[in-house]
Protein backbone atom coordinates (compact mmCIF):
# COMPACT_ATOMS: atom_id res chain seq x y z
CA UNK A 1 0.00 0.00 0.00
CA UNK A 2 1.33 3.35 -0.90
CA UNK A 3 1.51 5.96 1.88
CA UNK A 4 1.82 9.84 2.17
CA UNK A 5 4.00 11.08 5.00
CA UNK A 6 1.28 13.22 7.36
CA UNK A 7 1.42 16.30 9.17
CA UNK A 8 -1.31 17.07 11.59
CA UNK A 9 -1.84 20.44 13.67
CA UNK A 10 -3.94 19.94 16.04
CA UNK A 11 -6.72 22.09 17.77
CA UNK A 12 -6.20 24.83 20.72
CA UNK A 13 -6.31 22.81 23.67
CA UNK A 14 -5.97 19.26 22.54
CA UNK A 15 -3.79 16.55 24.43
CA UNK A 16 -0.93 15.33 22.02
CA UNK A 17 -2.26 12.08 21.66
CA UNK A 18 -1.38 10.52 18.75
CA UNK A 19 -3.54 7.61 18.91
CA UNK A 20 -6.66 10.31 18.70
CA UNK A 21 -5.47 11.41 15.23
CA UNK A 22 -4.80 7.97 13.83
CA UNK A 23 -8.21 6.61 14.17
CA UNK A 24 -9.26 10.19 12.63
CA UNK A 25 -7.02 9.47 9.44
CA UNK A 26 -6.89 6.70 6.71
CA UNK A 27 -3.50 4.29 6.88
CA UNK A 28 -2.24 5.93 4.04
CA UNK A 29 -1.43 8.75 5.62
CA UNK A 30 1.29 7.97 7.73
CA UNK A 31 3.99 8.08 9.15
CA UNK A 32 1.93 10.52 10.95
CA UNK A 33 3.25 13.65 12.69
CA UNK A 34 1.20 15.11 15.59
CA UNK A 35 2.52 18.91 16.54
CA UNK A 36 2.52 19.55 19.62
CA UNK A 37 2.40 23.31 20.81
CA UNK A 38 3.17 22.43 24.87
CA UNK A 39 -0.85 23.39 26.15
CA UNK A 40 0.58 21.09 28.56
CA UNK A 41 2.95 20.08 31.19
CA UNK A 42 5.89 18.41 29.44
CA UNK A 43 4.95 18.76 25.88
CA UNK A 44 6.82 20.54 23.50
CA UNK A 45 7.90 24.26 22.72
CA UNK A 46 6.42 25.43 20.12
CA UNK A 47 6.74 29.31 19.34
CA UNK A 48 3.62 31.14 18.86
CA UNK A 49 5.74 34.34 18.72
CA UNK A 50 7.48 33.19 15.62
CA UNK A 51 5.20 30.62 14.01
CA UNK A 52 7.24 31.52 10.45
CA UNK A 53 10.20 29.90 11.74
CA UNK A 54 7.85 26.84 13.07
CA UNK A 55 6.04 26.08 9.57
CA UNK A 56 9.51 26.50 7.78
CA UNK A 57 11.20 23.69 10.12
CA UNK A 58 8.12 21.34 9.43
CA UNK A 59 8.23 22.07 5.54
CA UNK A 60 11.71 21.09 5.79
CA UNK A 61 10.71 17.92 6.64
CA UNK A 62 9.00 16.32 3.29
CA UNK A 63 5.49 16.21 4.50
CA UNK A 64 3.30 15.36 1.99
CA UNK A 65 -0.18 15.93 3.46
CA UNK A 66 -1.02 18.52 5.60
CA UNK A 67 -4.03 18.20 8.32
CA UNK A 68 -5.55 20.74 10.53
CA UNK A 69 -8.00 20.64 12.55
CA UNK A 70 -9.62 24.30 14.57
CA UNK A 71 -6.29 26.97 15.17
CA UNK A 72 -3.92 23.63 13.27
CA UNK A 73 -6.26 24.53 10.17
CA UNK A 74 -4.20 28.22 10.17
CA UNK A 75 -0.69 26.12 10.28
CA UNK A 76 -1.73 23.30 8.14
CA UNK A 77 -3.11 25.99 5.44
CA UNK A 78 0.82 27.96 5.61
CA UNK A 79 2.54 24.62 5.33
CA UNK A 80 0.38 24.04 2.13
CA UNK A 81 1.55 27.27 0.88
CA UNK A 82 5.39 27.03 1.94
CA UNK A 83 6.06 23.33 1.29
CA UNK A 84 6.20 22.26 -2.58
CA UNK A 85 6.13 18.43 -2.11
CA UNK A 86 2.40 19.03 -0.17
CA UNK A 87 -0.19 17.31 -2.28
CA UNK A 88 -3.01 17.52 -0.18
CA UNK A 89 -4.73 19.44 2.57
CA UNK A 90 -7.38 18.30 4.55
CA UNK A 91 -9.17 20.70 7.24
CA UNK A 92 -11.15 20.29 9.98
CA UNK A 93 -13.20 23.40 11.29
CA UNK A 94 -10.84 25.82 9.46
CA UNK A 95 -10.75 29.19 8.65
CA UNK A 96 -8.93 31.91 7.05
CA UNK A 97 -9.53 34.33 9.86
CA UNK A 98 -11.04 33.40 13.55
CA UNK A 99 -11.78 37.07 15.58
CA UNK A 100 -14.67 38.84 14.18
CA UNK A 101 -14.00 42.05 12.34
CA UNK A 102 -15.82 44.49 9.52
CA UNK A 103 -15.18 41.80 7.44
CA UNK A 104 -15.27 38.72 9.24
CA UNK A 105 -18.78 39.23 11.01
CA UNK A 106 -18.96 35.28 11.54
CA UNK A 107 -15.70 35.37 13.21
CA UNK A 108 -15.23 35.26 17.51
CA UNK A 109 -15.13 38.77 19.44
CA UNK A 110 -11.40 39.81 19.91
CA UNK A 111 -12.94 40.61 23.59
CA UNK A 112 -13.98 37.36 24.44
CA UNK A 113 -10.68 35.81 23.12
CA UNK A 114 -8.90 37.98 25.38
CA UNK A 115 -11.35 37.17 28.52
CA UNK A 116 -10.56 33.85 28.26
CA UNK A 117 -6.63 34.12 28.22
CA UNK A 118 -7.39 36.29 31.30
CA UNK A 119 -9.45 33.27 33.15
CA UNK A 120 -6.36 31.03 31.71
CA UNK A 121 -3.83 32.50 34.00
CA UNK A 122 -6.76 32.68 37.09
CA UNK A 123 -8.05 29.51 37.34
CA UNK A 124 -6.90 27.57 34.21
CA UNK A 125 -8.51 23.96 35.58
CA UNK A 126 -12.45 25.32 35.16
CA UNK A 127 -11.59 27.45 31.80
CA UNK A 128 -10.72 24.64 29.88
CA UNK A 129 -13.64 21.90 31.43
CA UNK A 130 -15.77 25.19 30.30
CA UNK A 131 -14.41 24.96 27.28
CA UNK A 132 -14.54 20.90 26.70
CA UNK A 133 -17.92 21.29 28.11
CA UNK A 134 -19.10 24.01 24.79
CA UNK A 135 -17.71 21.11 22.19
CA UNK A 136 -18.48 18.38 23.21
CA UNK A 137 -22.37 16.89 24.07
CA UNK A 138 -23.77 17.89 27.67
CA UNK A 139 -22.04 15.45 30.12
CA UNK A 140 -19.75 14.04 27.71
CA UNK A 141 -16.38 15.63 28.12
CA UNK A 142 -13.94 13.67 25.76
CA UNK A 143 -10.50 15.06 28.33
CA UNK A 144 -9.86 15.07 31.83
CA UNK A 145 -8.43 18.30 32.22
CA UNK A 146 -7.82 18.34 36.25
CA UNK A 147 -4.92 14.97 35.30
CA UNK A 148 -3.47 16.71 32.70
CA UNK A 149 -2.31 19.70 34.24
CA UNK A 150 -2.51 22.11 31.62
CA UNK A 151 -0.36 25.21 31.07
CA UNK A 152 -1.59 27.82 31.17
CA UNK A 153 0.86 30.61 29.35
CA UNK A 154 1.26 28.67 26.77
CA UNK A 155 -2.85 28.17 25.94
CA UNK A 156 -2.55 31.90 26.55
CA UNK A 157 0.00 32.21 24.04
CA UNK A 158 -2.06 30.33 21.21
CA UNK A 159 -5.37 32.10 22.32
CA UNK A 160 -3.68 35.65 21.31
CA UNK A 161 -2.84 34.15 18.21
CA UNK A 162 -6.15 33.18 17.17
CA UNK A 163 -7.17 36.78 17.67
CA UNK A 164 -4.23 37.84 15.25
CA UNK A 165 -4.10 35.46 12.63
CA UNK A 166 -5.38 36.17 8.93
CA UNK A 167 -4.83 34.42 6.34
CA UNK A 168 -7.70 35.52 3.82
CA UNK A 169 -5.65 37.48 1.14
CA UNK A 170 -2.68 34.47 0.76
CA UNK A 171 -4.88 31.37 0.70
CA UNK A 172 -5.89 31.76 -3.18
CA UNK A 173 -2.44 30.65 -3.65
CA UNK A 174 -2.82 27.51 -2.66
CA UNK A 175 -3.01 25.01 -5.96
CA UNK A 176 -3.66 21.66 -4.35
CA UNK A 177 -6.44 19.09 -3.59
CA UNK A 178 -7.95 20.10 -0.63
CA UNK A 179 -11.12 19.33 1.26
CA UNK A 180 -13.03 21.35 4.48
CA UNK A 181 -15.02 19.73 7.18
CA UNK A 182 -17.23 21.89 9.14
CA UNK A 183 -20.34 21.07 11.45
CA UNK A 184 -23.57 22.43 11.39
CA UNK A 185 -23.69 23.20 14.97
CA UNK A 186 -20.29 24.56 16.18
CA UNK A 187 -19.83 27.73 17.98
CA UNK A 188 -16.54 28.04 18.32
CA UNK A 189 -15.52 28.20 14.23
CA UNK A 190 -18.95 28.76 12.62
CA UNK A 191 -19.97 26.88 9.54
CA UNK A 192 -19.76 30.10 7.49
CA UNK A 193 -15.84 30.87 8.89
CA UNK A 194 -15.03 27.34 7.31
CA UNK A 195 -17.46 27.59 4.00
CA UNK A 196 -15.94 31.31 3.29
CA UNK A 197 -12.42 29.58 3.79
CA UNK A 198 -13.66 26.89 1.39
CA UNK A 199 -14.45 29.49 -1.38
CA UNK A 200 -11.05 31.17 -0.76
CA UNK A 201 -8.86 28.33 -1.93
CA UNK A 202 -9.07 26.75 -5.70
CA UNK A 203 -11.19 23.76 -6.46
CA UNK A 204 -11.88 23.09 -2.70
CA UNK A 205 -14.09 20.29 -1.30
CA UNK A 206 -16.87 21.74 1.30
CA UNK A 207 -18.84 19.08 3.36
CA UNK A 208 -20.74 19.83 5.93
CA UNK A 209 -22.13 17.45 8.53
CA UNK A 210 -25.10 17.92 10.27
CA UNK A 211 -25.83 18.02 13.96
CA UNK A 212 -22.32 18.44 14.88
CA UNK A 213 -20.24 20.63 17.11
CA UNK A 214 -16.85 21.62 17.26
CA UNK A 215 -15.42 18.48 19.03
CA UNK A 216 -16.50 16.53 15.34
CA UNK A 217 -13.24 14.54 15.24
CA UNK A 218 -14.18 13.05 18.54
CA UNK A 219 -17.84 12.79 18.32
CA UNK A 220 -17.42 12.11 14.21
CA UNK A 221 -14.20 10.32 14.10
CA UNK A 222 -15.51 8.06 11.74
CA UNK A 223 -17.87 9.49 9.36
CA UNK A 224 -14.69 12.07 8.84
CA UNK A 225 -12.10 9.28 8.01
CA UNK A 226 -14.84 7.67 5.89
CA UNK A 227 -14.77 11.45 3.59
CA UNK A 228 -10.98 11.78 3.79
CA UNK A 229 -10.70 8.47 2.44
CA UNK A 230 -13.02 9.55 -0.53
CA UNK A 231 -11.22 12.66 -1.22
CA UNK A 232 -8.34 10.92 -1.30
CA UNK A 233 -9.36 8.23 -3.33
CA UNK A 234 -11.30 11.29 -5.50
CA UNK A 235 -8.41 13.37 -6.02
CA UNK A 236 -6.38 10.42 -6.99
CA UNK A 237 -3.80 12.04 -4.77
CA UNK A 238 -1.55 8.75 -3.75
CA UNK A 239 -1.23 8.54 -7.59
CA UNK A 240 0.41 11.70 -7.54
CA UNK A 241 4.27 12.12 -8.34
Avoid at 172 to 198: F, M, W
Wanted: charged share 20%.
Amino acid sequence: MMKLKTIFFPGWAMPPDKSMARKLLPDELSPLELVDYGFFAGSGNFDFKNTESEIDKRAAEGFEVAVGYSLGSHFALRIAMASKKIKALIIISGFAKFAESSENADGQKTSKIKAMGRSLLIQPSKTLRDFYSIIFPPAKIAFDCDSLIPSPGKMAQGLNFLSECDLSAQIGRINIPAIVIAASDDVIVSTALSEKLATLIPGCKFIKIENAGHGIPFTHTNEIKLFIQEFIRDGNILRQG
